[in-house]
Nanobody, 128 residues
Framework: EVRLVESGGGSVQAGGSLRLSCVVTGLMWFDDYAVGWLRQAPGKEREGVSVINGRLDKVWYADSVNGRFTISRDNAMKTVHLQMDSLEPDDTAVYFC????????????????????WGEGIQVTVSR
């Protein structure tokens, strides 16, 4: 069974930072998979935030977070992180860790539609 477990969410004031982590278990060849983060705010559609491929040589960021968020992964530990700096109230959402085949990278902002595995999500709240 494949499981993705997120941690690191919480509440922070605008301008602050949080680091999300996701531990993936049950995937034998972790580097065959792209891993990424999506988020869903109340009353809004789910949107892609960032994704990184298995070789760590391709990364995509949503325009809204580019320059503020940094995605990274450790293939040996089967983990993925999202460092979130200069947080804004509009970043408030439930954040989901996802994994899917490396070709999902070509989908860009729509990568979430081809991801196979999902975590349960973790709340991030940014106050003014």
């Amino acid at each position: 069974e494949v499981r993705l477990v997120e941690s690191g969410g919480g509440s922070v004031q605008a301008g602050g930072s949080l680091r999300l982590s996701c531990v993936v278990t049950g995937l034998m060849w972790f580097d065959d998979y792209a891993v990424g983060w999506l988020r869903q705010a109340p009353g809004k559609e789910r949107e892609g935030v960032s994704v990184i491929n298995g070789r760590l040589d391709k990364v995509w960021y949503a325009d809204s977070v580019n320059g503020r968020f940094t995605i990274s992964r450790d293939n040996a530990m089967k983990t993925v992180h999202l460092q979130m700096d200069s947080l804004e109230p509009d970043d408030t959402a439930v954040y989901f860790c996802t994994a899917g085949p490396n070709p999902a990278m070509v989908a860009g902002a729509q990568f979430g539609t081809v991801m196979q595995y999902w975590g349960e999500g973790i709340q991030v709240t940014v106050s003014r």
